[in-house]
Structure formats: C-alpha cells, structure tokens
C-alpha cells in the first residue's frame, strides 16, 4: 500500500516536500505525475543502493531521497512552476521493474499565484 501526502498549494518558485509511505520494505521507488488531460510521467527514481535520476524537466530543482528505517520515499521540490501542478503519484520505478504495483490517491500539488 502507498500513502502520498504533503501537496498543497504554493506560489511560483516555492518550495513543497512530498512523501510517500509504504506498508513493506521499499525497494526502487518512484515518484510520478498526472497533470489533467496528460499522461502519468516519472518525475524522479531512486534504487535501492540509493542512486537516483530525474527527468529533465526537474533535474536541479527536485530532490529524492528515501528512509529505509521508516518505508518512506520523499520528493524535495524547489523552485516550484505552474507547470509542475500535478497529481503526484509514488510507486514502483518503471524503469526497473515491469509491473507496478497498485496506485495510491495520490496528492495534489497546485503552484499558482
């Protein structure tokens, strides 16, 4: 099961962290979104020997990062844009596992003046 919390509403070049609980060990993780009328997109991933990447569209500007101690995966978002409003998503990497597991509600993140 994965719990996604910490969206909100934020002004242009704010600052959000999201964070994504799981009921079992996380392995690769995560994080995507869904603005309305688009497709889901991988925001950020981040394996288990803690090695991440992000696509271009937030390199500099997310951070992710993971506490194994808690099952949690987190997503640092600076200089928020309009752009980035979302429903985001965490769940397994695509990029290494084929199957995914079941979504989350996920949590609205709006970025608007």
């Known amino acids: 099961q994965l719990v ?53 569209f937030v390199k500099g500007r997310f951070t992710i990062s993971r506490d194994n101690t808690k099952n949690t995966v987190y997503l640092q978002m600076n200089s928020l844009k309009p752009e980035d409003s979302a429903v985001y998503y965490c769940n397994l990497d695509s990029g290494t596992y084929s199957r995914l597991g079941s979504w989350g509600q996920g949590t609205q993140v709006t970025v608007s003046s």
């Open 4 to 56: 996604e919390s910490g969206g909100g509403l934020v002004q242009p070049g704010g600052s959000l962290t999201l964070s994504c609980a799981t009921s079992g060990t996380i392995l690769s993780m995560a994080w995507y979104r869904q603005a309305p009328g688009q497709q889901r997109e991988l925001v950020a991933a981040i394996g288990s020997d803690r090695i991440t990447r992000y696509a271009d």
